[in-house]
């Protein structure tokens, strides 16, 4: 089982106070347990840790909670991400990409890629994942890569990662399908049904990924793990171990949620896209079974479900159009409709039905 990585933090002995709850077990080198967690670091407890030689512990971390957000009617959602940096992010991953056995040489690249798209994020006063980006299907792999980094980061910071959690997360992002460089374009872009043995190969790909990036040292092992578990589902139901909720490492369940979105609004040979407002809804009603219900809820807090202009119908069968997007709740727009302008914030029993 995983700690909420958004819950703890790392802590020197010498910093520690008895007001600190620990996170995790300590154990000797024999690996027998000396604090559970859950015990409170009292200062009788310190001298038997000394002793251990135990230099830092994980505790339960309440000093950063992900920050308030103020809502503001806003009329205009800027990217993201510029085009250039997009561009120069795609470029970065085809280099990575296509020298494969080789993925520590391209870290510091993917690190300073990252370093770049955060500075660019920090820059934007909402955070909002509005329109997805056009692309050429024959460059999927790669924007797909870079898409679920940048919305897997975007996600962290509204669940409240600490910086070193939403860069981690940024390269597990991009590096999430990494294993599917030993599938051949033929197979990726089909299209038409898989054969049984083609669907394997596919399936094949998350174990692939994580036993490439296993073997390069320098790769840190949560990189590893989003690989092996972004399609693993709280109920057990995904690939390749059908591990359940804890089980699976809570970076890898955020991928999860920014790969399904992506690859859902992004047209494939085989597939149209489908509306942003329906990939929400998919998203939404598979929260507890496919999805954590913690990402799900934070993933909401970020993506516009509807276009600046749209039409859509209420539950009332009134019809109207998004005049503005409320950053807090990107959800419940300001609507006008014929009756009046409506703000779905303040009106808990009306909700969007369809996007018209
Ligand atoms: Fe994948």
């Not at 020197?12 to 996170?23: E, F, K, R, T």
């Not at 591990?243 to 859902?264: C, M, Q």
């Not at 609507?335 to 302008?341: F, N």
């Amino acid at each position: 089982m995983y700690p909420e990585v958004a819950d703890i933090k790392q802590i020197s002995l010498n910093n520690v106070d008895s007001s600190m709850i620990l996170a995790q077990d300590l154990i000797d080198l024999r690996g027998t347990t000396l604090v559970t967690a859950g015990t409170a670091l009292r200062r009788e407890i310190l001298p038997l840790l000394h002793k251990h030689k135990i230099e830092a512990v994980w505790v339960k971390d309440t000093s950063s909670p992900a920050k308030p957000q103020i809502n503001r009617e806003i009329t205009t959602v800027h990217s993201l991400i510029s085009t250039a940096t997009r561009r120069k992010m795609i470029q970065t991953m085809q280099n990575a990409f296509r020298h494969r056995g080789s993925i520590a040489a391209h870290l510091p690249c993917l690190r300073e890629a990252i370093d770049e798209v955060i500075q660019e994020l920090s820059k934007n006063e909402h955070l909002l994942i509005y329109l997805t980006d056009l692309r050429s299907t024959s460059e999927y792999l790669y924007g797909h890569c870079v898409d679920v980094g940048l919305f897997a980061i975007v996600i962290g910071m509204a669940m409240g990662l600490p910086k070193e959690d939403i860069y981690i997360l940024g390269i597990g992002g991009l590096l999430h399908d990494y294993g599917k460089t030993t599938i051949s374009e033929a197979i990726l872009e089909k299209n038409g049904p898989l054969t049984p043995e083609e669907f394997n190969l596919v399936k094949n790909h998350a174990a692939a990924g994580y036993n490439i990036l296993r073997t390069e040292t320098k790769v840190d092992s949560r990189i590893a793990l989003m690989a092996l578990q972004h399609h693993e589902r709280p109920d057990g139901r995904g690939y390749p171990w059908g591990i359940t909720s804890e089980e699976i490492h809570p970076l890898a369940r955020i991928v999860a949620v920014a790969d399904v979105y992506d690859a859902l609004t992004t047209d494939r040979v085989y597939r149209p896209a489908v509306a942003v407002f329906e990939a929400i809804r998919t998203i939404t009603s598979c929260c507890g079974t496919q999805f954590d219900p913690k990402v799900v809820e934070a993933f909401r807090k970020v993506t516009v479900p509807f276009y600046i202009g749209g039409a859509v119908r209420l539950s009332n069968g009134v019809a109207g159009a998004v005049l503005r997007i409320n950053s807090s709740n990107p959800s419940r727009p300001v609507l006008w409709t014929r009756e009046g302008i409506v703000n779905l914030l303040h009106e808990p029993d009306l909700n969007i039905d369809a996007v018209v």
